[in-house]
């Protein structure tokens, strides 16, 4: 039997950039439109060209291989031809696949917010999905305030859908913008204007969490015939957010109720990178993933100790509603992790690195890496401090130099002519071969001045390590208040293209750098030896 | 019309004693117990007596004076009678008004994990709900996994929760153990639980967010007839954590689905402690409030200036599904660099500015606000930065006193003990009232050694910051690699429940974290002269 097609529609770029605290540069949103792209979502939505500048560069390309890409905007304005209206002209010039527009839906708001009438309203719909198919674009309507719409005035909502359906849209997509809808009311406004004639097949449905119940009130417009769902990576979005796609997406193509009637762009396979997806994201936007995010958070497959966990280590699936590695996560039993070992043997392998099973040494590196992440490292986003580490245990790297001390000082104070300067200096203690060096160096900051000194002067190592570059420096605060504990990662580069993530914590901040920006040098002396041969393989 | 009743069951303190990172002292109990006691709710689950030292010194006495004080244990094990099982003699002897079992009624897990037959389960059951009431209590049912055992064995499902009734039972829960069932599995078997002839006056439903809708879940019962509702405090929980009591709440009455046709406990006045109970228990977990929680959230009634500011401030009650003040909460207009005139008058307006629109100033402090935005500085997410930066510019902050340069050091070292240690200070001097002052202070990074040395000694202003605390710090690096600009918030909160965040940007992060710090001390004096009525209105 075949499946119904549900089209997926990201709007993390849009609605999300309306986040409070969020703001996306070009490169971010180049990164997130990849992202997406490569997950398999039907439509991204870029942003809005013409209304900044960022999201105008961003529309300088059209950004996506298979997903259709979308600009956003208004219909043409009231009283002019859409000819005549640069918004619109702006919106069509600019790089996309396909164009959606927001329209008014409810009467109250075209009176209140735009100032025209009912049917100026109606005629600027048309004529805005007529000129932007005439552009050789793709058309969507969101019609916004829709269920508040249809509550004050059915007929005029309708029209508005019926408007933009007659004049080509590919689709409708009625949002509840205000977020204050319940499920049983979306069930029952979407059911109603499927029966009035709008084929679901051409129904999108647009929903926010204001009363925590965005996921829900999407499945709701899809159990009643909609069949495009718009939501956001990790629930971002306006106020309360928009629907989860993150947690959407794995409900669509695992829970029987759906997953029996309904296929997406996603292939299945592809669902266990759900998890990274959002992680991904969440990196991007420096910011801590959620522990009891649905699916893919840290504690979505943990148990505690307690009335369950006996039972859990028994009989996992029968106390798990999905398996965890369906969507790329894990299953944690809070007490002692017996599922751990096997894992660790693949990913050392997977580096090159062949460990017996009863290898004691084994035993200690995977206490130390509990250890080292219950202090707040983070091992999966820093592979080569992860591979220094398991080396280092297994007594395959030599100490190549070592830093006996340092010390940054940074100033502010007032210059000469009477201006604010702000100064870094760092001062590096280091003993290569039994020799004692010291190098110094200013810089932007604190830890900029430690790098330079840090590579400074290697004696023997310096021509090494000439080339390695930093690339990227992330800095994320674990806790709050002022005994914060602060993780830095480091990505390096070098000429050879191989780039590596370092990693280190400490309540110092300068410290946790300093542990990365070491870790970054001796990874690179490492891997010099081991492509020239002079380390043997285990 | 009389409206039916829905009675609400708080389970913070046992389910929620489940959440990964979250472990309550009896403390933490007794000051939650009495804020659930006090804003209305029904029941609340004090935990497990007998199961740990915590519970069972927590259940020594009755803990709350209006609300049902509920202990959770075990049903009698099978092959023992009731009065001759040590751990119902624990439970019973417990200090408490109810007592709720938790039950299996799916057959695989009586076989599984009890060990036992379906009809010593029943036995165990209709047993262990009668011993409560001849001990004088309540008795309640939670049927776990009670909707996969439906989906499995209807009959089986359905003698569990029959049984429990027949005993006495004023309710049998009806839970989703796992959290993986949908809406409208829930609507329907619930729906066929009361066709059998189970009271839906009788019925609760206890949901989990394993797929993001334990809230839509629970009203999915209660439209088909469940009268009672289980949940947590901000959502907390095992693994997605339980419904959202903070969401449902204002949900069932507010919103005219459910208000029309149903009361609560809760009198309609005291909804509007609801913001505050969200944060009184965050605050006692001692973690930050989410900013995007439905209602309560920091964010739930914000927009950032874009598409629907300007119609908000026209209209504003067309955006807002409800009113902020009904839930304790408040609206608020962002400002950001997509911000127009009209969004800033508002904006400072509401912080008792009133600045016409012509006034050049106005045009002036726009200017800077977009020049600093396109730095990096994020006025929306830093308010009190914000409105000091008008306040300055409007000519309404005195300089109380001046920081003419600081110094910061970071050094690592060997110690006395040949063990590394690293260890900051930092000296700053600071002129107040035309005298210099100098200070100096130890941290456990260089920032918190700053902000000790920052407010060590602010002279006749001293005694005025004694309650300042930092609650959270947060760095974003804007761009990748070595010259990178870094952006640091800072959270402020004083004895008075004050909270604000502030801002700084720099290639610096030490300058970065100075500016954020400066504005937070400088706020609090202004606020303090502000309340004293000194700094006059405009």
Redesign the interface.
Known sequence: MSKERIYLFDTTLRDGQ????I?F?VEDKIEIAKLLDGFGIDYVEGG?PG??PTDTAFFAQNRTADARFVAFG?TKRAGVSASNDPGLAALLQAKSDAVCF?AKS?D??VR??LGCTNEENLDSIGASVEAAIAAGKEALVDCE?FF?GFKANPDYALACARTALDAGARWVVLCD?????????VREIVGKVIASGVPGARLGIHAH?????A??NS??AI?AGARQVQGTLN??G????NA?LI??I??LML?P?YAERFSTGIPQQGLAGISRLSRAFDELL?RAPE?????V????????A???AS?LI??PA?????PPETVGNRR?V?VSDQGGKANFIAELKRRGIDVPRNDQRLDALIAVVKEREAEGYAYEGADASFELLARKMLHTVPEFFN????????????DANGNIK?V?EAIVKVVVDGEERMSVAE??????AL?LALRKDLGKFQHEIGDL?????????LN?????I?RVLI?SHDSTGARWWTVGV??????AS?QALMDSIVYKLMKNREMAGLVAAE
Chains 1, 2 share one sequence.
């Open positions: 309306q986040t409070p605290g703001d540069s809005y209304a900044n208004m927001v409810w109250y708001h209140v917010a305030h508040d913008t205000n977020g204050g809808t319940q499920p049983a009311e969490d204001d009363t925590g119940q996921v829900a499945l709701a159990e629930g971002i306006e106020r309360c957010g989860n947690t959407l794995p409900t829970k109720l420096n522990a009891q995010a649905p699916y958070g840290g504690s979505a497959f943990a148990t505690k307690g009335i369950h039972a028994k009989e029968t106390y798990e509603h999905v944690k809070m830093v006996t001390s340092f010390r940054c000082m940074i100033e502010r104070r007032f702000t870094s810089g932007h900051g604190p830890v900029n790098d570059e930093l690339a990227d420096y992330k800095v994320r605060i709050g208040g002022t005994e914060a602060t990505e400490s309540d110092n901040i300068i410290e300093f």
